[in-house]
């Protein structure tokens, strides 16, 4: 099918997740080298011809839209003045949709914008993950500010990067004339943060090949690169380059950053000796960070000891979750969750520019039976494939089989399903959802990615997850 395009659905949750439609073809993969092929002769990255320019709803919508509302449109939205004060006050409340239509105003009226707001507009898109918006300010800033600086540039990778679409920030990369140091960083950190860690190596070496030198915060982005394919022995190979190659004296970060590499592939005893052989004194973030990984892994000796040292180091580190053995979750994480509490803990699946809302176990969208049918039919075809419901993650007192049926009813599913009937066969499916995925869901996806044939590209709270052919990006890992 090269050369057609495809729609892309992508999907934006509270509990779930929603899609919009956008031109997307096919991205070819090859499993040798990561997702994106590369012309390391040539010093770029090739994205192909065929090359989707993803889409994503990622954009907050109100937490009052009911299932089948439209919020698309000019005709049906508010009517905007179209000036610089309304466009910075868009921008500062983060309502990145409402930013561009007074941009597009802005741009009709002949009103010079400077790269400050639009750099100001371009964090807000990476921070919504509003993909939709960003190649609308990418646009508008290559027709109005071209030719581009190196910053510029930049800022756009960056955007792209934070909406987990590396194909728009290859198509970027592979364009600009001059680059900096920043630019590699941006990039190798963005394809580590979106679980494609061989592309981010692979990259690195190409930009070692080239003669160029990296700095310490680039060997950040190559640890949790390492992490994400699950090789710490390549990762410890970068460490000791560091000092013996490039004359960097790694930091307490470089070191935290290890230790996360080691404890998030699972090798927490390694990470402890790794600790007491440091030939710097252990900070509390070292201990916190060993802390929380032992405690996603199970291991809850190691994590009570590690958070013995973090009391005595900061108690201010430890909240009532970590006292209790638990993961903590960051006062900052809280506060978004406080925010997005606005959505009622709703799914927003967003097809052909109208919004649909879904709760776990929602039953009021009109393709409601559909969407059950299709998910009982793949549950039996999932089990014959190996999977096993964790019914662990169902809280409630209940039975074996209506645990499985709450499992079922999960609103991610409910938005996967309802993509899967309403999109392009072999066409990707995007999916934010704002709370961490469960475990469940996360295994049932994959296994569901390999039977239907899709790419499922889901963002949580924590990380990107590319889903495809029954593999996570993420190795498991988060």
């Known amino acids: 099918m090269m050369g057609q395009h495809q729609e892309n659905f992508g999907y934006n949750m509270g509990m779930g997740g929603s899609f919009q439609n956008g031109q997307q073809t096919a991205s070819p993969q090859n499993p040798s080298t990561g997702q994106y092929p590369q012309n390391i002769s040539m010093g770029q990255h ?110 756009i990778l960056e955007m792209y990067g934070q909406c987990g679409s590396m194909d728009n920030a290859f198509a970027v990369f592979d364009k600009m004339s001059e680059r900096n140091l920043s630019t590699w960083d941006i990039m190798i950190t963005w394809l580590a943060k979106n679980g494609l860690g061989e592309d981010a190596i692979d990259l690195f070496t190409q930009f070692k090949e080239a003669g160029l030198k990296p700095d310490g915060q680039m060997f950040i982005a190559v640890f949790s690169a390492c992490a994400a394919v699950g090789d710490i022995h390549e990762g410890m190979l970068h460490l000791e380059s560091m000092s013996r190659d490039y004359g960097i004296v790694p930091s307490m970060e470089h070191y935290v950053s290890v230790v996360d590499m080691l404890g998030r592939t699972g090798h927490l005893d390694e990470a402890m000796e790794f600790v007491e052989k440091m030939p710097l004194e252990p900070s509390v973030g070292i201990w916190e960070t060993l802390m929380n990984l032992c405690r996603i892994h199970g291991h809850t000796e190691l994590g009570d000891r590690c958070a013995e040292l ?79 419901p964790e019914t662990r993650f169902v809280l409630h007192d209940i039975d074996q089989e209506s645990k499985e049926d709450a499992l079922l009813a999960h609103s991610e599913r409910l938005a996967v399903s309802y993509g899967l009937l309403s999109s392009p066969a072999r066409s990707s499916i995007r ?34 997850h590319h889903i495809k052919d029954g593999v996570c990006s993420c190795r498991d890992y988060w």
């Open 310 to 388: 973090v009391e005595q180091l900061d108690p201010s580190h430890l909240n009532e979750q970590s006292r209790s053995g638990l993961v903590p979750v960051a006062a900052s994480d809280i506060a978004k969750e406080e925010e997005k509490k606005k959505m009622a803990k709703k799914n927003i699946l967003e097809a052909r520019s109208t919004v649909h809302e879904y709760r776990a176990g929602d039953t009021s969208h009109p393709e409601t039976q559909r969407i059950y049918a299709q998910l009982r039919g793949l549950r039996g075809l999932m089990k014959e494939a190996g999977y096993v």
């Open 431 to 464: 999916v934010i959802k704002n709370l961490r995925v469960c475990g469940d869901c996360h295994n049932a996806l994959k296994i569901m990615s390999k039977l239907v044939g899709r790419e499922f590209i889901m963002r949580d709270a924590k990380r990107f």
């Open 46 to 155: 090739r994205v192909n011809s065929n090359d989707i320019n993803d889409s994503m709803a990622a954009s907050q919508m109100p937490g009052d839209a009911g299932p089948g509302q439209a919020l698309d449109g000019a005709s049906e939205g508010p009517s905007f003045i179209g000036s610089l004060e309304e466009f910075d006050g868009f921008c500062r409340e983060g309502k990145v949709k409402e930013a561009v239509e007074v941009l597009k105003l802005l741009v009709s009226k002949c009103v010079a914008v400077d790269i400050p707001r639009y750099v100001q507009l371009m964090n807000q898109c990476g921070e919504n993950k509003a993909l939709e918006e960003a190649k609308a300010v990418h646009e508008h800033v290559m027709r109005s500010m071209a030719p581009l600086n190196v910053f510029t540039y930049n800022r």
